[in-house]
């Protein structure tokens, strides 16, 4: 490993290794850089500006996202200059977009409003009109608001750097640049997968969750960790309840393996069974033709009063076994288990994929 250098931020020295930026050496030190477009396991694009700091004998402001340390580095991150420059920067995303945060979904959650208030801008110094994009609402999952969006490209990254689905990307030029899929299709016009992904990494209120849309604000919401019931692999994720109902599915990205915060289609959207009115939260047995409620007890005597009458007529190798990716590996083990010790055949299998 390369050896460590020293380095000096807001006059604290501070040993650095290689290779890192300046971004990662301040965090690691508690030294706070506000940031908009750096998203964490993608790259740095430097497209926001609002990181910027002082470099010592640099001929402008630098992008310390972007800017690896050097030995030597003197480093400034909060001179007027720097917080001036960050403050326009802000003043001009505000500006150029419909921010009306009373009817916006990301309200207290919004990394630009929460800039704007640390900067303690009133209002923005400039007038520029909005692009007057329609809302998109043709899926039922995602809503996407351009109105919003502040071309940060943390969507585009992790569409094509973490999920590889490579869907959306930027499109036009200058004021009219905007983020999409190709050919400037809806969403479900286009390849995308609705991961979802891009909805937990923008930072405002441009891409959103369609069914929570009204839903509880982000302060009313409790969110819980729990591990995704779909398959084998375990992600994490956070139901997000609001009044004992689940309202969406976010990644956890601070818990990290084994899914690091990115979720599929199912794990994302596809938990509203769970307080679906037809969902069977007990067992039903079939007597006179009709399906009855019973309880578990009830439930496991017949099904072991069944598998002993075809034993018995039949032979073990008439029953097979047909477990699921939705268990656990040990679920699984003990299924297989309890066909070859219990039932005394080989036929077991499962569905590798839902
Ligand atoms: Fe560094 Fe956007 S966070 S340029």
Redesign the pocket.
Known sequence: MDKKFLITIDGKDIEAPPGQTI?EVARENGIYIP????YEGTT?????????VEVENARTLV????MPVSPGMVINTSTDRVKEARKLVVELLWASGDHNCLTCEKNGDCELQDLIYEMKIEEPRFKIESPGYEIEQTNSMIQRDLNKCIL?GRCVRVCNEIQVNEVLDFSMRGSRAKVGPAFDTDLIDSECYFCGECVDACPVGAITFKQARFEGRPWDIEKVRTTCTYCGVGCQMDLNIYNGKIVKVTGNREYGPPNQGSLCVKGRFGMDFIDNPDRLKTPLIRKDGELEEATWDEAYDFIAEKFTTVKEKHGADSIAGFSSARCTNEENYLFQKFMRAVIGTNNVDHCARL
Do not use: E, F, I, Q
């Not at 940031?35 to 750096?38: A, D, M, P, Q, S």
């Not at 740095?44 to 910027?52: L, S």
């Not at 992008?63 to 972007?66: I, L």
């Open positions: 971004l940031t908009l477009c750096h740095n694009p430097g497209a926001c500006r609002v990181c910027v992008a310390s996202c972007c940060c």
